[in-house]
Nanobody, 122 residues
Framework: QVQFAESGGGLVQPGGSLRLSCTVS????????MAWYRQAPGKQRELVAS???????HYVDSVKGRFTISRDYAKNTVYLQMGSLKPEDTAVYYC????????????????WGQGNQVTVST
């Protein structure tokens, strides 16, 4: 099936930087959009940043100017460069990929990584 390899989470001080990465592998035909979501305890999962197949990006207002999402198309990898981190950024961050399984005629299906804890604290 579709597999995710995520890395880059951990503990960082306020004002620091962290880079998340997620590589998609397994049984799929094409990857369309890729995205990062996050979920803090007691809160709903929210979309942090997304990048379309053509390269257009979207960011939630709270991270604009601080986070940058990018893709390495050849490696099926999406990155999230996080800077000027704040305690409110503390959450489990999830990689998301919108893929077609066998051909582009199959339509798109969302798959999720296992999540990676990011903690911003002194």
């Amino acid at each position: 099936q579709v597999q995710f390899a995520e890395s880059g989470g951990g503990l960082v001080q306020p004002g620091g930087s962290l880079r998340l990465s997620c590589t998609v592998s397994g049984s799929f035909f094409s990857i369309y959009a890729m995205a990062w979501y996050r979920q803090a305890p007691g809160k709903q999962r929210e979309l942090v940043a997304s990048i379309q197949q053509g390269g257009s990006t979207h960011y939630v207002d709270s991270v604009k100017g601080r986070f940058t999402i990018s893709r390495d198309y050849a490696k099926n990898t999406v990155y999230l460069q996080m800077g000027s981190l704040k305690p409110e950024d503390t959450a489990v961050y999830y990689c998301n990929a919108e893929v077609s399984r066998y051909s582009d005629a199959d339509g798109a299906i969302d798959f999720w990584g296992q999540g990676n804890q990011v903690t911003v604290s002194t």
